[in-house]
Structures are given as C-alpha cells and as structure tokens.
C-alpha cells in the first residue's frame, strides 16, 4: 500500500491516510518506518516525491556542520544533466544502491562497509550444494560456476559493446 501525501499551493502537505496535515519530519518518519508514500502536487497532479526529499536533504544539509553531499558529487549531477545523462547516472545510482541495500551495507553501517568486498563471488551468490559431496568436488563445481558466470558476464558486455555502436 502507497499513501498519498498531497502538497498544496500554500506549500503544506496533506496525508490522505490520516486525513492531516503532515511536517517534513512526519516525512522522514514515514521513511524510518519504511512506508511506501508518494507525493503529489494538488494543482499540476503530478509526483513531486523527489522534489520534496531533496528539499528534506538541502534543509538539513544547510542546518548541519556536515555537509552531507560532496559539492563534487553536486557539480557531477549538474554535468550529467547539462550533457542529458542524468538518467544514465541515475540508473547507475539506482543499481549500486540495490546492490549495497540488499547486502546489507547500509544497515550494518562503516563495519559492514569495511567488510564489503564486491569480487568475493560466492559470498553473494547461493550455489547448489549436495551435502553428499566433498569439499573438493564442491570447490571444483563452485569454480566451474564462476567461470560459467565469467563467460556470461563477458557475453554481456559484448552485447552491450554492440548495442553502443547500433545506438551511434
């Protein structure tokens, strides 16, 4: 379930599912708590959620001594935009941020950071195992599966590299 949250032209928000009005920290809550919500412009019908937790993040990057986003990574997103690349940067973004929360990086904080290794295959991938077998057939299939896996990632950038030169 999605709630809608509702901005008016008089720049208060409204939540539909309690039928009140809601602050920029009712947001944030919303986000801890994990629930889905999307933000809507009353007058143009259209989703501002993004617009909105950017605004969330500016007022508490200026509030703070921190800054919470590298002016360099700032100046990247303008020139990725200026260059009309925003959304393959984006993308990007989106597929790093999937890959660090499901392997729970962002949870477990600067520990599992320093842990995190993204060439340790066989810590991100399940493969079948017969508990009749032994350590050494095991570590030959596993091995066997890294070089199927290899062989298909470079498949994929093959493909990929071909599809960059049709596009041009």
């Known amino acids: 379930m999605t709630v809608e949250i509702k901005k008016y032209s008089n720049r ?10 809601i602050t920029q920290e009712d947001i944030v809550d919303l986000i801890k708590k994990k629930i889905n919500f999307q933000i809507t412009d009353v007058d143009s019908k259209k989703n501002i959620t993004s ?6 993040l500016l007022e508490r990057q200026t509030a703070g001594t921190t800054n919470l986003i590298p002016e360099d990574f700032l ?3 303008i020139l990725f935009n200026e260059n009309n690349q925003a959304s393959d940067m984006f993308n990007f973004l ?3 941020h999937g890959f660090a ?4 990086i962002f949870a477990k904080g600067l520990d ?8 340790d295959f066989q810590k991100y991938f399940q493969f079948p195992t017969n508990g009749s077998k032994s350590k050494k057939e095991e ?9 199927e896996l290899s062989k298909e990632l470079e498949k ?13």
Request: charged share 25%.
């Open 101 to 104: 929360n499901s392997n729970n």
């Open 75 to 77: 100046k990247q997103i």
């Open 112 to 119: 599992g950071m320093m842990k995190f290794n993204p060439f």
């Open 156 to 168: 994929l950038k093959s493909q990929l590299s071909e599809l960059k030169k049709n596009s041009n």
């Open 12 to 21: 208060r928000l409204y939540n539909t599912d309690t039928s009140s009005y």
């Open 94 to 96: 989106n597929g790093m």
């Open 51 to 56: 617009s909105i937790l950017l605004q969330i």
């Open 139 to 147: 570590a030959k299939e596993e091995k066997t599966d890294l070089s």
